[in-house]
């Protein structure tokens, strides 16, 4: 049907080889290390969700991730932080430009001196419900192609599906699709947090261990509770 | 007389792009006024998202909005077709049998639409996604409405990218990728609402329009803030009160038989 195939599906593919090879479990540690091989990139940043106010930095390929990641804590503003507070992508292909500089005046200019050309920030993010920013660095300029930001994108979706409490952790759902274009599964995740006063979060958490321990999709399920066929339990464990 | 409504909507459109733009808000617009002003009787929009996959943005009514889906998951469909080759697509009766939609004719049928016509939404050689139009009798839809509906769509697009002429990908990419994930934040927020107020999916998005269209507010700012707590369910009924208390009443009761909406009723 569509003309770049299954792109969730090869990225998985790329993910799940290199962590083979590499003799380890498919993680968010290795999906970075895949991403930096396979968009040409010079690094890639994982930052995750924390109880604190900003996300926190899960694993870098560089120091120059570390450092970028670092200096937006520091002086409270960047491209990280604005795509974890807005949930859309911000990838800027030039940190040198002046209208990036002036966007952010702290960050700017410390990124070029740290020795950072281009930054794409991208949100793991299912509406509401932030999980963290997955970052793509270059030393030098330039715009990155069109299949390179579809797949970066994938990253980013793959990385949805990956345990995030438990970084180097892998309980096997990584394959299972998220649904995310099914609008019942978000419809659902909504009933749920108002059936149980939790954040969205822990609703879609919810979610996806019930359809997990019922060996259902995500959609189906999703229908059933939309539906009003089905409540979740308050006390179910998660 | 249909002309000068046409370029009010063009106005309308241009001042929700410079206005406080919500690009959800703005496609529920245009597939309003597709339905108003091409002679057709249902109207949905979908967007395409890094995978190639299509997710339904706006739809003129329950009806459309089972059948856009009902596209995507199986896979079939003149949106689908439109998207994947770049070209309009459509047919004068789905009951004739001879459409290359074997699934979908039927169903669309069976919701109470005998022709469909889908117009790919592009920018240059990229398709980001599409507008499907739907009619209760058969036949082809006039070159003018056509024409017509090539101008919307091309509208859509640029307003949808918020640029004229976009260099690099990363903007269609920006642009894009938000828009799908706020129409994933109102889905959250209609579902957080019905629980609340016991009421249908397409009710608690009428109460979450009417309050943002009242209160002058974003759609998805508002739904972020009802997902926050910031707004209660309640609050947003009464803010359809200001735009005529029979409405927010009416809703209400229609609760009931409005959520699911599968059933072969006429739109």
Redesign the interface.
């Known amino acids: ?8 599906t090869r990225i998985l593919a790329w993910v799940t080889d290199h962590a083979r090879h590499s003799g380890t479990p498919v993680s968010l540690a290795m999906l970075c290390e895949t991403a930096v091989g396979r968009l040409a990139v010079s690094g890639v940043t994982l930052l995750a969700d924390t109880s604190s106010a900003w996300p926190e930095l899960r694993h870098a390929t560089d120091m120059l991730g570390a450092r970028l990641a670092e200096l937006q804590v520091t002086v409270g503003e960047g491209p990280f932080l604005d795509v974890w507070r ?6 800027v ?1 030039d940190l040198t430009a002046p209208v990036i500089q002036r966007r952010w005046p702290l960050f700017g200019p410390l990124a070029v001196e740290a020795g950072a050309g281009a930054l ?1 920030a ?2 793991i ?5 932030r999980v963290g920013v997955l970052a793509l660095h270059r030393v030098r300029p330039g ?4 299949p390179a ?2 797949d970066a ?2 990253f980013a ?1 793959l990385a949805l599906r990956l345990p995030m409490g438990a970084p180097d952790g892998h309980d096997g759902t990584a394959g299972v699709d998220l649904e ?4 019942q599964v ?10 149980l006063d939790v954040t ?1 979060a822990e609703a879609f958490s919810r979610l996806r261990a019930r359809a997990f321990a019922d060996q259902r999709s995500l959609a189906d399920l999703a229908t059933d509770l ?3 066929r089905l409540r979740l339990d308050p006390n179910e464990p998660t | 007389m249909a002309d000068e409504r046409l370029v009010e909507t063009f106005v309308e459109l241009a001042d929700t792009l410079v206005d406080d733009f919500d690009v959800i808000d703005f496609l529920h617009l245009l597939v309003e006024r597709s339905v108003e002003l091409l002679n057709v009787d249902a109207a949905g929009l979908l967007l395409a998202d890094h995978n190639g996959r299509l997710q339904v943005m706006a739809s003129s009514n329950e009806h459309v909005r089972v059948l856009e889906l009902f596209q995507i998951q199986n896979d079939e469909g003149p949106c689908l077709d439109a998207f994947a080759t770049g070209t309009q697509v459509g047919s004068a009766d789905l009951r004739a049998g001879n459409t290359p939609w074997a699934r979908f004719a039927p169903a669309a049928v069976d919701a109470g639409f005998v022709a469909v016509d889908a117009m790919p939404m592009r920018l240059r050689s990229q398709v980001i996604g599409a507008l499907n139009l739907f009619r209760a009798e058969a036949g082809e839809l006039t070159a003018l409405s056509l024409r017509r509906a090539q101008a919307l769509v091309d509208v859509a697009t640029i307003g949808l990218l918020q640029e004229r002429a976009i260099r690099h990908q990363e903007i269609i990419t920006e642009q894009l990728h938000t828009a799908l994930n706020s129409r994933i934040v109102i889905e959250q927020a209609k579902g957080l609402l019905a629980e609340r107020l016991g009421v249908g999916m397409d009710v608690a998005f009428t109460n979450l329009r009417g309050y943002a269209r009242a209160h002058n507010q974003k759609l998805s700012d508002l739904a972020g803030r009802v997902i926050a707590g910031q707004i209660a369910a309640a609050e947003l009924v009464g803010g359809q009160a200001k735009r005529g208390p029979g409405r927010a009443r009416r809703a209400r009761t229609a609760q009931s038989t409005s959520d699911t909406a599968r059933g072969p009723e006429q739109p």
């Open positions: 049907m569509t003309t770049d195939g299954d792109r969730n807005e949930g859309g992508p911000i990838l292909p794409f991208i949100p993010v299912v509406g509401a419900v715009h990155m192609d069109a930001l579809l994108l994938a979706e995310l274009r099914t609008p978000h419809q659902a995740t909504g009933m749920i947090a108002a059936q969205m939309v539906a009003r």
